[in-house]
């Protein structure tokens, strides 16, 4: 290798099948106690139609370590996230392979905006840097984030940024933001309703 990067113009872009259609579909219902939203659907996750589902992610493993569900779950239960006061988005729907493969022209701040103001859930957690940089800068008009609870919400919705679970950003991996989201969730969710 010559160590000079590769022409991202030269990448493949991956879109949806049909234009403006959901790469993966929402997990959302009412009650929803945290709302986790990716980048978009990994190349994995395209193919099979499940979230989550590259064989280095620690998303599902995450999950059950944090106490966000009762035990671990494989992509293939998606479905039942709701059960347990979780809801699944990306804010690039129509998009699909790693942060480095989207254009950035199907990113929708807005459209996620919209869902937490319908859905109100306790939580906007960000499962990477990446989808939490695009919407503060489109919400908030801020550039940088770190990891953990932020200053910022949207009415009463606390939102978090998480460390991504994927396989390519092992090198910032740090359970601890999720073990943290895990006890507030299960706080929020023993509150109930309001």
């Known amino acids: 290798m010559s160590g000079i990067p ?27 106690v945290t709302l986790l939203c990716g980048s978009a659907a990994g190349a994995v996750s395209a193919r099979l139609g499940l979230p989550y589902a590259g064989p280095g992610n620690k998303f599902w493993p995450i999950l059950a370590e944090a106490g966000l569900t ?50 109100r859930p306790a939580i906007l957690a960000f499962t990477a840097k990446r989808p939490a940089q695009v919407f503060f800068r489109a919400v908030f008009g801020v550039d940088r984030v770190d990891y953990g609870i932020q200053d910022q919400r949207l009415g009463e919705t606390e939102i978090h940024v998480l460390p991504s679970p994927s396989g390519l950003a092992v090198r910032w991996w740090d359970p601890s933001p999720w073990h943290e989201l895990g006890a507030r969730h299960r706080a929020r969710a023993a509150r109930g309703p309001g």
């Open 6 to 32: 590769a022409d991202r113009s030269a990448r493949p872009l991956h879109r949806a099948p049909k234009v403006g259609e959901p790469v993966l579909p929402d997990t959302i219902e009412p009650g929803v």
């Open 70 to 119: 009762p035990q671990r779950l494989s992509p293939s239960e998606f479905r039942e996230l709701p059960r347990h006061g979780l809801g699944l988005t990306d804010i690039n729907k129509t998009e699909w392979g790693a942060d480095s493969d989207l254009s950035g022209s199907g990113d929708d701040a807005v459209a996620l905006r919209a869902k937490v103001e319908a859905f």
